[in-house]
Protein backbone atom coordinates (compact mmCIF):
# COMPACT_ATOMS: atom_id res chain seq x y z
CA UNK A 1 0.00 0.00 0.00
CA UNK A 2 1.34 3.49 -1.09
CA UNK A 3 1.61 5.49 1.60
CA UNK A 4 2.81 9.18 1.75
CA UNK A 5 3.43 11.53 5.30
CA UNK A 6 4.45 15.25 4.80
CA UNK A 7 5.89 16.54 7.88
CA UNK A 8 7.59 20.09 8.38
CA UNK A 9 4.67 22.95 7.88
CA UNK A 10 3.16 25.24 10.67
CA UNK A 11 3.71 28.66 10.88
CA UNK A 12 6.46 31.27 9.60
CA UNK A 13 6.66 34.70 8.73
CA UNK A 14 6.60 36.79 5.48
CA UNK A 15 10.36 36.02 4.28
CA UNK A 16 10.97 33.59 5.93
CA UNK A 17 12.19 29.79 4.72
CA UNK A 18 10.33 26.47 5.81
CA UNK A 19 11.15 22.97 4.66
CA UNK A 20 8.78 20.00 3.94
CA UNK A 21 9.53 16.70 3.95
CA UNK A 22 7.40 13.41 3.17
CA UNK A 23 8.33 10.10 3.83
CA UNK A 24 7.11 7.31 1.16
CA UNK A 25 6.24 3.75 1.57
CA UNK A 26 4.90 0.78 -0.23
CA UNK A 27 6.59 1.19 -3.87
CA UNK A 28 9.97 1.62 -4.88
CA UNK A 29 10.62 5.56 -4.67
CA UNK A 30 13.61 5.88 -6.70
CA UNK A 31 11.87 4.80 -9.83
CA UNK A 32 8.97 7.19 -9.46
CA UNK A 33 8.89 10.87 -10.02
CA UNK A 34 7.67 12.77 -7.32
CA UNK A 35 5.46 16.64 -7.28
CA UNK A 36 4.03 18.89 -4.76
CA UNK A 37 0.37 20.12 -5.01
CA UNK A 38 -1.32 23.29 -2.81
CA UNK A 39 -4.36 24.24 -2.24
CA UNK A 40 -4.53 28.13 -1.26
CA UNK A 41 -7.28 28.49 1.39
CA UNK A 42 -11.07 28.92 -0.38
CA UNK A 43 -8.90 28.26 -3.74
CA UNK A 44 -8.49 24.62 -6.03
CA UNK A 45 -5.60 22.66 -6.58
CA UNK A 46 -2.40 24.40 -7.72
CA UNK A 47 0.71 22.35 -8.99
CA UNK A 48 3.88 23.35 -8.01
CA UNK A 49 6.77 21.23 -8.32
CA UNK A 50 7.77 17.78 -9.72
CA UNK A 51 11.08 15.67 -9.72
CA UNK A 52 11.91 12.95 -12.02
CA UNK A 53 13.06 9.28 -10.27
CA UNK A 54 16.71 9.85 -10.32
CA UNK A 55 16.72 13.60 -9.27
CA UNK A 56 18.56 14.38 -12.51
CA UNK A 57 15.57 16.64 -13.40
CA UNK A 58 13.27 19.10 -11.61
CA UNK A 59 10.20 21.73 -12.76
CA UNK A 60 8.65 24.36 -11.51
CA UNK A 61 4.92 26.44 -10.92
CA UNK A 62 6.68 29.88 -12.56
CA UNK A 63 4.70 31.39 -8.96
CA UNK A 64 7.52 29.23 -7.30
CA UNK A 65 10.51 29.56 -9.48
CA UNK A 66 13.36 30.82 -7.80
CA UNK A 67 12.42 30.71 -4.27
CA UNK A 68 11.33 26.81 -3.54
CA UNK A 69 14.00 23.75 -4.08
CA UNK A 70 12.76 20.76 -5.10
CA UNK A 71 14.86 17.45 -4.01
CA UNK A 72 14.94 13.59 -3.15
CA UNK A 73 16.95 11.26 -0.73
CA UNK A 74 16.44 8.02 -2.15
CA UNK A 75 18.58 6.65 0.73
CA UNK A 76 15.71 7.76 2.99
CA UNK A 77 12.44 7.25 0.48
CA UNK A 78 11.95 11.00 1.02
CA UNK A 79 11.07 14.11 -1.10
CA UNK A 80 11.51 17.51 0.09
CA UNK A 81 10.34 21.04 -0.84
CA UNK A 82 12.88 24.02 0.83
CA UNK A 83 10.76 27.03 0.56
CA UNK A 84 12.12 30.57 0.85
CA UNK A 85 11.42 33.79 0.37
CA UNK A 86 7.87 32.92 1.59
CA UNK A 87 4.83 35.17 1.32
CA UNK A 88 1.33 35.71 2.01
CA UNK A 89 0.05 34.00 -1.16
CA UNK A 90 1.97 30.73 -0.08
CA UNK A 91 -0.28 29.81 2.61
CA UNK A 92 -2.02 26.53 1.70
CA UNK A 93 -1.73 22.93 2.34
CA UNK A 94 0.81 21.31 0.54
CA UNK A 95 0.25 17.03 -0.53
CA UNK A 96 2.81 15.42 -1.63
CA UNK A 97 1.84 12.91 -4.35
CA UNK A 98 3.50 10.21 -5.89
CA UNK A 99 3.29 10.72 -10.12
CA UNK A 100 2.58 8.09 -12.29
CA UNK A 101 4.35 7.28 -15.65
CA UNK A 102 2.43 10.17 -17.51
CA UNK A 103 4.02 12.76 -14.97
CA UNK A 104 0.13 13.01 -13.09
CA UNK A 105 0.18 12.23 -9.50
CA UNK A 106 -1.60 9.07 -8.90
CA UNK A 107 -1.20 8.89 -4.89
CA UNK A 108 -1.32 11.77 -2.54
CA UNK A 109 -0.51 12.40 1.31
CA UNK A 110 -3.31 13.84 3.60
CA UNK A 111 -1.29 17.19 3.23
CA UNK A 112 0.13 19.92 5.87
CA UNK A 113 -0.60 23.07 6.13
CA UNK A 114 1.56 26.25 6.12
CA UNK A 115 1.02 29.33 6.95
CA UNK A 116 2.40 32.81 5.90
CA UNK A 117 2.05 35.82 8.79
CA UNK A 118 2.89 39.10 7.70
CA UNK B 1 -7.68 32.68 -13.13
CA UNK B 2 -7.08 28.44 -14.35
CA UNK B 3 -5.85 27.92 -18.17
CA UNK B 4 -8.23 24.70 -17.97
CA UNK B 5 -11.89 26.38 -17.93
CA UNK B 6 -14.20 23.76 -15.62
CA UNK B 7 -18.10 25.51 -14.20
CA UNK B 8 -17.69 26.21 -10.83
CA UNK B 9 -20.99 24.28 -9.83
CA UNK B 10 -22.89 21.49 -11.00
CA UNK B 11 -26.08 19.42 -9.56
CA UNK B 12 -28.25 16.74 -9.72
CA UNK B 13 -30.77 14.54 -8.09
CA UNK B 14 -29.85 10.22 -6.44
CA UNK B 15 -29.46 8.21 -9.84
CA UNK B 16 -29.42 10.88 -12.46
CA UNK B 17 -25.98 11.61 -14.32
CA UNK B 18 -23.98 14.74 -14.70
CA UNK B 19 -21.65 15.55 -16.74
CA UNK B 20 -18.83 18.14 -15.81
CA UNK B 21 -16.85 19.93 -18.56
CA UNK B 22 -12.65 20.95 -18.83
CA UNK B 23 -11.73 23.13 -21.96
CA UNK B 24 -8.08 24.08 -22.50
CA UNK B 25 -6.12 24.80 -25.26
CA UNK B 26 -3.44 23.01 -28.15
CA UNK B 27 -0.57 22.97 -25.45
CA UNK B 28 -2.27 21.00 -22.88
CA UNK B 29 -5.65 19.45 -23.71
CA UNK B 30 -4.78 19.22 -26.74
CA UNK B 31 -1.28 17.84 -26.85
CA UNK B 32 -1.66 15.75 -23.51
CA UNK B 33 -3.72 13.63 -22.00
CA UNK B 34 -6.75 14.78 -19.39
CA UNK B 35 -6.45 13.16 -15.50
CA UNK B 36 -9.72 13.83 -13.25
CA UNK B 37 -9.65 13.92 -9.45
CA UNK B 38 -12.51 13.78 -6.68
CA UNK B 39 -11.49 15.92 -3.58
CA UNK B 40 -13.20 15.99 -0.02
CA UNK B 41 -12.67 18.88 1.92
CA UNK B 42 -9.77 17.64 4.63
CA UNK B 43 -8.90 14.71 2.67
CA UNK B 44 -5.89 13.57 0.34
CA UNK B 45 -7.58 14.18 -3.01
CA UNK B 46 -8.12 10.92 -5.43
CA UNK B 47 -7.85 10.18 -8.69
CA UNK B 48 -10.67 9.13 -10.74
CA UNK B 49 -9.64 9.34 -14.38
CA UNK B 50 -6.18 8.73 -15.80
CA UNK B 51 -5.43 9.31 -19.71
CA UNK B 52 -8.40 10.57 -20.73
CA UNK B 53 -10.74 7.51 -19.92
CA UNK B 54 -9.05 4.88 -18.03
CA UNK B 55 -10.15 3.83 -14.35
CA UNK B 56 -7.56 3.04 -11.64
CA UNK B 57 -8.56 -0.22 -10.08
CA UNK B 58 -11.63 0.55 -7.27
CA UNK B 59 -13.04 3.76 -8.84
CA UNK B 60 -16.65 2.38 -10.08
CA UNK B 61 -17.61 2.27 -13.41
CA UNK B 62 -20.47 4.92 -12.61
CA UNK B 63 -17.58 7.27 -13.58
CA UNK B 64 -16.29 7.52 -17.14
CA UNK B 65 -14.09 10.47 -19.26
CA UNK B 66 -13.70 11.16 -22.40
CA UNK B 67 -11.87 13.95 -24.73
CA UNK B 68 -12.08 15.57 -28.25
CA UNK B 69 -9.69 18.25 -29.68
CA UNK B 70 -9.02 20.86 -26.67
CA UNK B 71 -11.62 19.54 -24.03
CA UNK B 72 -12.90 16.94 -21.72
CA UNK B 73 -15.52 15.59 -19.43
CA UNK B 74 -16.35 13.81 -16.56
CA UNK B 75 -19.59 11.83 -16.80
CA UNK B 76 -21.18 10.49 -13.56
CA UNK B 77 -23.83 8.23 -13.74
CA UNK B 78 -26.29 6.60 -10.91
CA UNK B 79 -25.50 9.67 -8.90
CA UNK B 80 -25.06 9.16 -5.01
CA UNK B 81 -24.76 11.47 -1.96
CA UNK B 82 -21.02 10.21 -1.36
CA UNK B 83 -20.14 12.03 -4.94
CA UNK B 84 -21.09 15.06 -3.61
CA UNK B 85 -17.39 16.84 -3.96
CA UNK B 86 -14.90 18.49 -5.97
CA UNK B 87 -13.73 17.69 -8.97
CA UNK B 88 -10.73 18.75 -10.93
CA UNK B 89 -9.32 18.19 -14.25
CA UNK B 90 -5.49 18.27 -15.12
CA UNK B 91 -3.29 18.16 -17.67
CA UNK B 92 0.53 18.42 -18.66
CA UNK B 93 0.88 22.18 -20.57
CA UNK B 94 3.85 21.84 -22.78
CA UNK B 95 3.87 25.50 -22.99
CA UNK B 96 4.50 26.30 -19.25
CA UNK B 97 6.29 23.02 -19.19
CA UNK B 98 4.29 22.13 -15.93
CA UNK B 99 0.55 20.44 -14.83
CA UNK B 100 -1.94 21.96 -14.74
CA UNK B 101 -5.53 21.91 -12.96
CA UNK B 102 -8.39 22.97 -13.72
CA UNK B 103 -10.21 25.72 -11.14
CA UNK B 104 -12.38 22.89 -9.86
CA UNK B 105 -16.59 22.00 -9.71
CA UNK B 106 -18.43 21.63 -6.66
CA UNK B 107 -21.18 18.95 -7.47
CA UNK B 108 -23.86 18.69 -5.32
CA UNK B 109 -26.30 16.32 -4.78
CA UNK B 110 -29.55 17.76 -4.45
Known amino acids: EVQLLESGGGLVQRGGSLRLSCAAS????????MTWVRQAPGKGLEWVSMIIGSGGATYYAHSVKGRFTISRDNSKNTLYLQMNSLRSEDTAVYYCAKAASGWYPDYWGQGILVTVSS | QSVLTQPPSASGTPGQRVTISCSGSNSNIGSSTVNWYQHLPGTAPKLLIY???QRPSGVPDRFSGSKSGTSASLAISGLQSEDEADYYCAAWDGSLNGLIFGGGTKLTVL
Open chain 2, 51 to 53: SNT
Open chain 1, 26 to 33: GFTFSSDA
